[in-house]
Each structure stands twice: as C-alpha cells, then as structure tokens.
Antibody, heavy 117, light 113 residues
Framework: QAQLVESGGGLVKPGGSLRLSCAAS????????MSWIRQAPGRGLELVSY????????HYADSVKGRFTISRDNAKNSLYLQMNSLRAEDTAVYYC??????????WGQGTLVTVSS | DVVMTQSPLSLPVTLGQPASISCTSS???????????LNWFQQRPGQSPRRLIY???NRDSGVPDRFSGSGSGTDFTLKISRVEAEDVGVYYC??????????FGGGTKVEIK
C-alpha cells in the first residue's frame, strides 16, 4: 500500500526558511513524477511544484518561482521542498503527491506551514 | 494557464437525493494523444483529498458506483445519484492535459440540508 509521509512544517517568521520532506513507500518512487500541492486555510488546491523521476523536468508555480526549490533522493525514496523568503501568503497545508498518467494517485496527510511574525 | 471553473460553490442536498457538480475549462481538455485528462477529487472534512474519477469517467477502485463522471471538451460533470452522509466534503476537478501547469477548480462544498 502506497504511503506518503510529510514532515518539516511549522511556524516561521516572514523572510524565513523551511525545508519540507516527504518519505514515500509502497510504490515505485524512483519511476514516479512527484509534486507538492498546497492548500491555504479554507481555500482550494494549488500546485506548487513537481519534479520528474530523473529530475530533468522541474516546474514551479509563478507564485513560488525563485524562492522554492524541489529536489528528490531516489536512493532514500524521499522528496523535498526548500522554501526560502517565506511570505504570509505561503501559509498552507503542503501535500506531497505522486503524478502518474496525468493524474494523482496518492496524497500524504499534509504538513502545516504557518508564516507569521 | 487553463482556468477551471466549478459551480455551484455550495451544494446543500437532502440525503438520498441526487447531486450534480459542473466543471468548465477555459480550453479544450482533449490531449494530442486523444485522451482527456480530467480528474475529480473528494476532500472530506479534516482529510487529504482522494481521487474519485480519472480521465473524465473512470471510477477509482473502492469508489461507490453512485459517483459518475461525464463530459467532453470543456464541460464536465460529477454526479452523485443518491447522496449519503459520508459524501459531505469539498469536490475538486483538476485538469492534467495542459502541462506544465496542472490546475484545479475552486471546489464545490457538498453539505446535507
């Protein structure tokens, strides 16, 4: 059974940094595109970033371009999101997901990032 | 980016009655490979989203058959034939035809009257 477990969320001041991690198991992580999707409090879903299995394809939403960096370690079945220069509008639950056949099969439980002074 | 517009925003439904959610895209979702990559997700209160429907009308394993998806081109519909209490939550459509930006609808909240 596929499982995605996010960690690394928390409270950070504006301008600060945070690194999210996602541990994957139960499916072929190294063959999968992976993504981060966020949901601001009481709001809808927004694709933040995704990365291909071999890391040669990376995409960022305009709202985070230049501030966030997605990466992965296939040997560790892990996905990461380095978030710098955080803003109040980055406050959200961040979900780790796979991307397969142009859809999403698996979602993690999410990790809450709160940007506030 | 392709804009996905859902309606209604909120949908109060009586238990046992049908419900219908509309999703409209700003561009056709027919891919050059002939497939239409339109998905539906359900998010129950306090839970992560889960997929119900992929490629317009294909129901995921374990999804009750009271859920059905239909549509083509730019107009799509998710129907619940008889709403049950466990169906309360927010429903999102998502297009994955037009990369790199995969986009979601704004969500439709289904609640019991």
């Amino acid at each position: 059974q596929a499982q995605l477990v996010e960690s690394g969320g928390g409270l950070v001041k504006p301008g600060g940094s945070l690194r999210l991690s996602c541990a994957a198991s139960g499916f072929s992580f190294s063959d999968s595109f992976m993504s981060w999707i966020r949901q601001a409090p009481g709001r809808g879903l927004e694709l933040v970033s995704y990365i291909s299995d071999s890391t040669n394809i990376i995409h960022y939403a305009d709202s985070v371009k230049g501030r966030f960096t997605i990466s992965r370690d296939n040997a560790k079945n892990s996905l990461y999101l380095q978030m710098n220069s955080l803003r109040a509008e980055d406050t959200a639950v961040y979900y780790c997901t796979n991307l397969a056949s142009s859809s999403i099969d698996y979602w993690g439980q999410g990790t809450l990032v709160t940007v506030s002074s | 980016d392709v804009v996905m517009t859902q309606s209604p925003l909120s949908l109060p439904v009586t238990l046992g009655q049908p419900a219908s959610i509309s999703c409209t895209s700003s561009q056709s979702l027919v891919h050059t490979d002939g497939n239409t990559y339109l998905n539906w997700f359900q998010q129950r209160p306090g839970q992560s989203p889960r997929r119900l429907i992929y490629r317009v009308s294909n129901r995921d394993s374990g999804v009750p058959d009271r859920f059905s998806g239909s549509g083509s081109g730019t107009d799509f519909t998710l129907k619940i034939s008889r709403v049950e209490a466990e169906d309360v939550g927010v429903y999102y459509c998502m297009q994955a035809t037009h990369w790199p930006s995969l986009t979601f609808g704004g969500g439709t909240k289904v609640e019991i009257k």
